[in-house]
């Protein structure tokens, strides 16, 4: 299994406050991924990371900011949070833009009240 | 952009075959993937095609059609620890990622 861990794992909060996930793994891979995943629509892509510094909007980036300050480290943090933004997130890592396989961490259930 | 669709649910018997479609359409293509997701877990990588016609990988194969923006996952001798949500991805070299469709959940009955 590709060493990457996600922490919390689980955390409740209220609707205003902000929120960082954190994403960690142990493969020095270049290439990292926030994704959300809700009931009907499958996993979209929040933010990515193409290396140290360097990170780019996905398809639902309003309300997330990204930042990458080390190579085993990607995080994600809801500014304000929103009932909304209760989903489950995951991280994903990838070796190579060859192929993009990607590997997932366990994932972040969030509920926002 | 992208347009991925699968079928939401799908149900089969445990031993028999089932074949899962994936159509796209998509303003670049690099290859297609295949992912499983079990209920409360994170998905995990099952194929990646990239040139037409079918990769058999044990009880799953993936074929591909890039002419067509048409794929499918087929499950043989289903067991019931295949019950999970089936994700096709398709990968666009130049955007750099993938885009993901909505999965579909096969149910396997005894």
């Known amino acids: 299994d590709a060493g990457i861990t996600q922490s919390p794992r689980h955390k409740v909060t209220e609707t205003g406050t902000p929120v960082t996930l954190r994403c960690h793994q142990t493969?020095?891979?270049?290439?990292m991924y926030w994704y959300r995943q809700d009931p009907g629509h499958g996993l979209r892509l929040i933010h990515y990371?193409?290396?140290?510094?360097?990170?780019d909007k996905g398809e639902v980036s309003d309300g997330y900011s990204v930042s990458r300050s080390k190579t085993e480290d990607f995080l994600l943090t809801l500014e304000s949070a929103t009932s909304s933004q209760t989903s489950v997130y995951f991280c994903?890592?990838?070796?190579?833009?060859?192929?993009?396989?990607?590997?997932f961490g366990p994932g972040t259930r969030l509920t926002v009240l | 952009g992208q347009n991925i669709d699968q079928p939401t649910e799908m149900t089969a018997t445990e031993g028999a075959i089932v074949q899962i479609n994936c159509t796209y359409q998509?303003?670049?293509?690099?290859?297609l993937f295949w992912y499983q997701q079990h209920a409360g877990e994170a998905p995990t990588f099952l194929s990646y095609?990239?040139?037409?016609g079918l990769e058999e990988k044990g009880r799953f194969s993936s074929f591909l059609s890039r002419s067509k923006g048409y794929s499918y996952l087929l499950l043989k001798e289903l067991q019931m620890k295949d019950s999970a949500s089936y994700l096709c991805?398709?990968?666009?070299?130049?955007?750099?990622?993938?885009?993901f469709g909505d999965g579909t959940t096969l149910t396997v009955k005894p």
């Open positions: 990371s193409y290396g140290v510094k360097d990170t």
């Open positions: 994903a890592i990838t070796p190579s833009r060859d192929t993009d396989t990607q590997y």
């Open positions: 095609n990239v040139l037409d």
């Open positions: 998509t303003s670049g293509f690099n290859g």
């Open positions: 991805a398709v990968y666009n070299t130049n955007a750099g990622k993938s885009t």
């Open positions: 493969e020095n891979h270049r290439y």
